[in-house]
């Protein structure tokens, strides 16, 4: 080969790769983004340093100047780096594909990314993503709306497979008087599939946002089918507020404690039918209305959670106060859908604030257990004034259970036991002011409790960002449960009524 023809056969070489280069959905790429006022310059994104002149070599100058494109820009399967201190919003406008995800990350090397938008217009949450799918945010520092920390809409089509995991959200200085303000929240008509927060802290929401209290930590709207795992969620009004339809969607893992209302709502009530919902291996302690209200659900399962309602007095809202409350399936407009259906099974439930558990607005407690498999349950009402389990309205009940008549309740309940259970350091976790010794508790079952092999079991140090990957939990044999695919988890045992698919 002459020397021409060498050079020849190197430049369509040369020629070629810089073709396949040029396709942004080639090889994934590092793209980075730095505050404006640390990079002047817009450089092309593709390197952390600051780019010396407009377009060369380096990063995007502040967050206005991302590239969403798929030739030049973030695209599939790319990781976008966000470094630094941010005051402004992040609005992706593009999507990933089903098997390679656009990554948002805060977990730039060196330089943590934040973002911080309170202060600013009503509706500026830190990061906004809207209408789009396959997009991941992850390892952020610290996030904090002005409206919430991170928005997810569909206003014109269904959004799927958005990951939000191992953040750190603080959204108690938002002040948005128009908007509702959450730490992570869902919302639209279209709704979302395949959604996944896991391994968060959110440290509180705001109490003044949209002129009315309603603030979570993490509100999902319309959700089709998603997971919620392992989050830390505290100082929030409501920690996990679930609310329109709720199918498919598996919740454990998580440690809701702390929040001024309840430490987990669930409100089915776009569509019959309803679920199904798995709350499984949760820890709800020391919230100030309810530890957990399960409501309009179906099919469901709540399954060896740990509920520990140590207040005082009422911290919010009307009573009642305490640790389960359970309401029918009831769609919006006030229309029943047919039965409960569900399975509460192996929960350890101690409160001292008015009632263990409730079941409300119909059920008498000869309805609720021909609709309903309650087994294993272990109660513990630390109140005398109030009955353990109330079936009814709780202004005019039908039935109760209470230190009266519990004898024959337990003898119809395989594993119920109304006694105080033996918490790991429960003397210190015995009132809303013992906030720090009940945080500091493990709350597993001690060696030396009764019931150490019919209560659920539950550690905290997979909650949160804490660097530890948790596998989702693993029940032992004492219900009839399968373990499916995909670590999903189907009762099989004996539910009364049809069972819907």
């Not at 099974?345 to 498999?373: C, D, K, M, P």
Request: charged share 10%.
């Amino acid at each position: 080969m002459t020397i021409t023809q060498l050079l020849a056969t190197l430049c369509f070489w040369c020629s070629s790769l810089s073709a396949f280069a040029a396709v942004g959905t080639a090889v994934p790429q590092a793209w980075f983004v730095r505050p404006a006022s640390i990079c002047p310059m817009n450089g092309d994104g593709l390197g952390y340093e600051c780019a010396a002149t407009t377009g060369a070599h380096g990063a995007f100058s502040g967050l206005s100047n991302i590239l969403w494109t798929a030739t030049t820009g973030v695209d599939d399967g790319d990781t976008l780096y966000v470094c630094g201190a941010h005051a402004s919003q992040l609005a992706p406008t593009g999507s990933g594909s089903p098997t390679a995800r656009i990554k948002v990350s805060g977990d730039c090397p060196g330089d943590r990314g934040s973002i911080n938008t309170a202060g600013g217009s009503a509706l500026d949450s830190a990061i906004l993503l809207q209408n789009t799918s396959h997009v991941e945010v992850s390892g952020f520092g610290l996030l904090t709306g002005n409206r919430s920390a991170i928005l997810m809409y569909a206003s014109n089509v269904a959004m799927t497979n958005i990951v939000i995991t191992r953040n750190v959200i603080d959204n108690r200085t938002s002040a948005s008087a128009t908007n509702v303000c959450n730490g992570v929240m869902s919302d639209g008509p279209f709704g979302h599939e395949q959604l996944v927060v896991d391994y968060n802290t959110i440290l509180g929401t705001a109490t003044n946002c949209g002129n009315t209290s309603n603030s979570d930590a993490i509100n999902l709207i319309r959700l089709k089918s998603g997971r919620i795992a392992w989050n830390d969620v505290s100082g929030s009004e409501g920690g996990i507020d679930l609310d329109g339809s709720v199918e498919g969607v598996e919740v454990y893992g998580n440690y809701s404690h702390d929040n001024r209302v309840d430490g987990m709502k669930v409100f089915g009530g776009h569509a019959c039918p309803i679920g199904p919902l798995t709350v499984q291996q949760n820890l709800f302690v020391n919230n100030g209305n309810w530890g957990a209200i399960w409501q309009n659900q179906r099919n469901g399962v709540f399954a060896d959670n740990t509920i520990i309602q140590f207040r005082d007095t009422p911290q919010s809202g009307n009573a009642p106060y305490g640790g389960l409350q359970i309401e029918n399936p009831s769609l919006f407009d006030g229309s029943a859908c047919a039965g409960g259906n569900s399975a509460y099974l192996g929960n350890i439930i101690t409160a001292n604030w008015q009632y263990g558990v409730v079941t409300h607005y119909s059920n008498t407690r000869a309805e609720f257990e021909a609709a309903n498999v309650w087994e294993g349950n272990l109660l513990y009402q630390r109140g005398t004034q109030t009955p353990l389990v109330w079936f009814g309205t709780p202004l005019a009940p039908t039935s109760q259970v209470n230190a009266g008549n519990y004898t024959g309740w337990q003898s119809s309940h395989k594993g119920e036991m109304n006694a105080a259970p033996q918490f790991v350091d429960a003397a210190n976790c015995v009132s809303q002011a013992s906030v720090a010794g009940c945080q500091a508790s493990d709350f597993r079952l001690a060696t030396s409790s009764p019931f150490k092999n019919d209560g659920p079991w539950w550690g905290k140090e997979c909650v949160g960002v804490n660097g530890k990957v948790c596998v989702p939990p693993v029940r032992v044999a004492r219900f009839p449960v399968t373990v499916a695919p995909q670590a999903s988890y189907t009762f099989t045992g004996t539910i009364t009524g049809p069972l819907l698919p």
